[in-house]
């Protein structure tokens, strides 16, 4: 199924995704081979599986989805709009059958691939890990940061990990980790390794902020659209006019989403979300 993706890889790139040996993966190369696929003389040292194989139609429909139909997948699965059973099951069961989730390709770019499917190994092995080159949000600093990765965020977007230095969880967003390297430590701390609640913004602190806002038609279908969880937090008070009231854990999240939709969205509370949006106005037009 790797072979016939369409990407090309190198006999050790295919021994580190499938955990072999590369004596292995040679032995598993000429199995393939001697099944009737066709394997073309590497070239750059790279393998894949021409599609004129025998078989390779009857492979490709049965055990691989091409980027679109999985992409088609992957968003009928996450149009289910609350984290229910059935949507956890559905996911599980296709990262039961792909033993990784090959899923994952369509959703990163590509400079973070590796990034996501070494961590995926980590969490499948649970082994501590270095990001490399972590660039904080707050300070645009580069680090280096010691961590127990477990769960992955919506999308790939973020990775759930126990930090030692801190000895906290928190969440580390993958587009700003320049490489993982995984190590042959184990977890030290799997009993810690806990999420914190996200509100329906995506964001996680310690804050709780009551919300009050009053949502035109159009603002209320991009809301429930980008942020499918609002959705039971939002009724109608009249024709075409909408309210959403819950609690956030921070003013970043739904404070973007006002600003993007300004002249749709009225502030009712907190106070301190109008300053935020007065002060994100005012650095702007400076």
């Not at 009724?235 to 956030?248: D, F, G, M, R």
Request: net charge neutral.
């Amino acid at each position: 199924m790797l072979l016939s993706s369409g990407i090309k890889y190198s006999i050790n790139q295919i021994s580190d995704r499938l955990d072999l040996t590369p004596r292995t993966t040679q032995r598993y190369l000429k199995t393939i081979r001697d099944a009737g696929f066709i394997i073309p003389r590497p070239v750059n040292g790279l393998y894949f599986i021409d599609k004129q194989s025998p078989y390779f139609k009857e492979l490709s429909e049965l055990v691989h989805f091409s980027r679109e139909e999985a992409q088609i997948l992957y968003n009928a699965i996450h149009a289910i709009s609350n984290e229910n059973t059935i949507k956890q099951n559905l996911i599980q069961k296709l990262f039961a059958l792909y033993k990784s989730p090959v899923v994952a390709n369509i959703l990163v770019k590509q400079q973070h691939s590796n990034n996501i499917h070494q961590l995926i190994k980590a969490i499948e092995q649970r082994r501590k890990v270095v990001l490399h080159n972590y660039q904080s949000a707050n300070s645009s600093k580069q680090s280096n940061r010691l961590v127990e990765p477990y769960k992955f965020t919506t999308n790939y977007v973020s990775i759930w990990a126990y930090d030692l230095e801190s000895g906290q969880n928190k969440i580390f967003k993958n587009s700003r980790i320049a490489s993982v390297e995984m190590l042959n430590e184990l977890w030290e701390h799997p009993d810690s390794h806990q999420e914190a609640e996200m509100d329906h913004f995506r964001m996680s602190t310690e804050e709780r902020i009551p919300v009050r806002l009053s949502l035109t038609l159009r603002a209320c279908e991009l809301l429930k659209e980008e942020f499918p969880l609002a959705e039971g937090h939002i009724k109608e008070v009249a024709p075409s006019q909408y309210e959403y009231q819950a609690t956030v854990f921070s003013l970043e999240g739904v404070g973007r989403f006002v600003l993007g939709l300004c002249d749709e969205v009225t502030i009712h509370e907190p106070e301190a979300l109008k300053l935020f949006i007065q002060k994100k106005m005012n650095s702007f037009l400076k």
